[in-house]
């Protein structure tokens, strides 16, 4: 079965700091999802990626799927406190209507 | 407002008892999806419905149970069986062709 591997778990920045989250496929990708979830809420769509090397923004986020399609990266620019939270990657299963997440990355902007 | 409604948001179980959690939406999607999300886990795949009348299971559906005999809901009903229900629930709907899932905001259901 295919599994989606986020990296880091969890991320503390100062506000106004880069930084990156990554998301590792076990196969091949066709379609990447990338959504935010506050606490105890549901997941907000934030981007979806198709195509090898494509690349995608959306106000201070942008989201890169590589050449290969097994690995994509979310990269937010000057953090804000609005940034913080769980940021999640998703994919449909090859060959299903299965979809499946990565276990999370939880991230917190210091003011 | 088109979107996918969650009910209710706090729910408490008592041992030996059958809960239903309800999930309505009127975004017209033909997919419907329900996640158990557990601290450390991620979003895991309880059942899945691709159109009206058909459901499939997913990775966990064991002690879980479902019906979708209307395209606007899919509700899930965690049955005595589950022995660790404890947990938060997400539902997601999805329109055609590769369009992301919308999820709702959630059920957290507890055992007393």
């Known amino acids: 079965s295919q599994e989606l591997e986020q990296s880091p778990q969890s991320l503390i920045v100062q506000e106004g700091k880069n930084l990156t989250i990554n998301c590792t496929s076990s196969k091949t990708l066709y379609g990447l999802y990338w959504y935010k979830q506050k606490y105890g809420e549901g997941l907000i769509f934030l981007m979806m990626l198709q195509k090898g090397g494509e690349e995608k923004s959306h106000e201070k986020i942008t989201a890169k799927l590589d050449e290969k399609k097994q690995q994509s990266s979310l990269h937010i620019t000057a953090s804000q406190p609005s940034h913080a939270g769980i940021y999640l990657c998703?994919?449909?299963?090859?060959?299903?209507?299965?979809?499946?997440f990565g276990t999370g990355t939880r991230l917190k902007v210091l003011a | 407002d088109g979107g996918i409604t969650q009910s209710p948001k706090y729910l408490f179980r008592k041992e030996g008892q059958n809960v239903t959690l309800s999930c309505e939406q009127n975004l017209n999607h033909d997919a419907m999806y329900w996640y158990r999300q557990d601290p450390g886990q991620g979003l895991r795949l309880i059942y899945y419905?691709?159109?009206?009348?058909?459901?499939q299971k997913g990775d966990i559906a064991e002690g879980y149970s479902v019906s979708r005999e209307k395209k606007e809901s899919f509700p899930l009903t965690v049955t005595s069986a589950q022995k660790n229900p404890t947990a938060f629930y997400l539902c997601?709907?999805?329109?055609?062709?590769?369009?992301?899932?919308?999820f709702g905001d959630g059920t957290r259901l507890s055992i007393l």
């Open positions: 419905s691709q159109i009206v009348n058909d459901f």
């Open positions: 998703g994919a449909r299963e090859q060959g299903t209507y299965k979809y499946i």
């Open positions: 997601a709907s999805r329109g055609t062709g590769d369009q992301p899932q919308h």
